[in-house]
């Protein structure tokens, strides 16, 4: 049985294309722990080299979208709150704030007066 010599030049070949593409791996993974990577480092490095595509960088961490969310949302809440008992309730708005009148609210619903 006759050896093919295109065949062993095509594993060989091959071998050397995979001991590349480790290589290129283990060399972008190396990371630098001495020293931390700023914002303004990160957001250099945005475009990803081996993708060809950029990486996006929040300005706004999530943690911080969760609780502009939850301050907007009271907010808001509070206006409906005035905005219903001042305007359609016709009573003054800053009346809806008031403890005397959600007690009042409270003693209505359960029937306590």
């Known amino acids: 049985m006759a050896t093919d010599p295109n ?23 190396k990371q630098d722990h001495t020293k931390k990577q700023g914002y303004w480092q990160k957001l250099k490095k945005t475009f990803n080299e081996k993708t060809g595509h950029k990486s996006r960088i929040r300005v706004l961490p999530i943690w911080l979208r969760i609780i502009i969310v939850l301050v ?23 009346d809806a ?17």
Request: hydrophobic share 35%.
């Open 7 to 29: 065949k062993n030049d095509k594993n060989h070949k091959r071998e050397q294309d995979r001991q590349k593409k480790r290589k290129a791996l283990d060399e972008a993974t």
């Open 72 to 94: 907007l949302s009271i907010v808001a809440l509070f206006i409906g709150l005035m905005v219903g008992y001042g305007v359609i309730g016709d009573g003054k708005p800053m």
């Open 97 to 113: 704030l008031s403890w005397d009148t959600w007690q009042h609210i409270w003693d209505i619903v359960t029937k306590t007066e």
